[in-house]
């Protein structure tokens, strides 16, 4: 890239290329279906970097009319913590489900601790009756009924 370009470049421009990187090229020694399998997978990701930067040039300039101070590096990191958050529900949604919804054992901890790379005391504390709320709201079943369950699995 000149120097020229790199002048033309701006914060979006960055942006893009931190949240969709191109994917890397097969090496020279990649059969056909690798090269094949890369053009897809280089044209989707093309796709998404185009769809992102026009959100972001639009957000932009709608977001500066409401409030002068908008920030689209700001705005992103925003938005990285949200779908973490929402990642970290679900993934107490799932733990929940796996323990108090399959019958007629429920999962082992140490089998969902591996799966969410936690350890098995974090796992066993991960979620709240209002996880296990949730689930049963979503799936339209109840949690499986557990007598005195102190198993430590």
């Known amino acids: 890239m000149t120097e020229n ?25 990649a059969d056909e279906h690798e090269r094949d399998g890369y053009g897809a997978w280089l044209d989707e990701v093309v796709e998404q970097r185009e769809r992102f930067e026009q959100n972001l040039r639009m957000a932009e300039r709608f ?16 938005a990285a913590r949200r779908e973490r958050l929402d990642a970290e529900a679900r993934m107490r949604m799932l733990v929940a489900y796996g323990r108090e919804f399959i019958k007629p054992q429920p999962y082992q901890l ?18 709240t009756v209002e996880d296990i709320a ?18 430590t699995d």
Do not use: N, W
């Not at 009319?65 to 992103?76: G, N, Q, S, T, V």
């Not at 949730?134 to 198993?151: H, K, L, M, N």
């Open 5 to 29: 370009d790199m002048s033309k470049r701006d914060m979006i421009d960055d942006l893009v290329d931190i949240v969709y990187p191109l994917p890397d090229s097969p090496g020279a020694d």
């Open 63 to 78: 977001e500066r009319i409401e409030d002068p101070r908008y920030d689209a590096l700001l705005a992103e990191i925003g």
């Open 110 to 127: 140490k089998d969902l601790a591996a799966a969410a790379g936690m350890s098995i005391s974090g796992t066993r504390s991960s979620y």
């Open 134 to 151: 949730a689930v049963a709201r979503r799936i339209g079943r109840q949690p499986r009924f557990r007598a005195e369950d102190t198993s």
